[in-house]
């Protein structure tokens, strides 16, 4: 199947751990982002890379880090996990079609911090 | 930055019935506006989007609207059936960077 996929769909760990989410498209975009989706249902924009670049990088706790091995794959590492960082980390990759970058969202994980 | 405000938060319907959502944007270079459907346990999904050169855009029964001047767009679903109930989200794109709305919860009830 042509998707976004992410590993794992839960996550379960307890502050102060070190932990990764794996994200990997075979849709052949160029860009990949990183979304935190919080239990209001927010969903805003944590990262994007675009060709292993990194072009958005909002404001996020820099224990967060991003790692892009190639096109394909996009990683979420998040060092000394704490409790507000409970929420469901959805990825998602984007091609360029007459000038819009349409994108794509993999099935989220959920990753909780006790 | 750009903010994109969204109403109503949460919409119940009868089935049959239409549903409208509506969006503002403040950015007024954002180009691409998407909607998302979300289900319980899973990840947005795109159901229709329309760029900043279109007035409407029509798929089955979702039909999206968009008022450059006025910086508002609006999803319209027609003859709502109960497995219409999702969370819809709105969202302004300018070169990929993409700002959603808060959502709108909608139930269709049978």
């Known amino acids: 199947d042509t998707a976004v996929s992410q590993t794992p769909k839960y996550l379960v760990t307890q502050m102060g751990n070190d932990k990764s989410i794996k994200c990997e498209q075979n849709l052949g975009h160029d860009t990949m982002y990183w979304y935190k989706q919080d239990s209001k249902k927010f969903l805003k924009i944590m990262f994007s890379?675009?060709?292993?670049?990194?072009?958005i990088n909002e404001t996020v706790p820099n224990r967060f880090s991003p790692k892009s091995p190639d096109k394909a794959h996009l990683n979420l590492h998040i060092n000394s996990l704490e409790l507000g960082d409970s929420a469901v980390y959805f990825c998602?990759?984007?091609?360029?079609?007459?000038?819009?970058?349409?994108?794509?969202f993999g099935p989220g994980t959920r990753l909780t911090v006790t | 930055g750009e903010n994109v405000e969204q109403h109503p938060s949460t919409l119940s319907v009868q089935e049959g019935d239409s549903a409208v959502i509506k969006c503002t944007y403040s950015?007024?270079?954002?180009?691409?506006f998407p909607w998302y459907k979300q289900e319980l346990g899973k990840g947005p999904q795109l159901i229709i989007d329309?760029?900043?050169?279109?007035g409407e855009k029509k798929d089955q029964r979702i039909a999206v609207t968009l008022n450059k001047t006025a910086k508002h767009f609006s999803l319209h679903i027609t003859e709502t059936q109960p497995e219409d109930s999702a969370v819809y989200f709105c969202a302004a794109s300018i070169r990929g960077d993409m700002r959603f709305g808060a959502g709108t919860r909608l139930t269709v009830k049978p």
């Open positions: 998602a990759s984007s091609h360029i079609l007459a000038g819009v970058y349409e994108q794509y």
């Open positions: 950015d007024s270079a954002s180009n691409y």
């Open positions: 329309i760029r900043s050169n279109v």
């Open positions: 890379y675009n060709n292993k670049e990194l072009i």
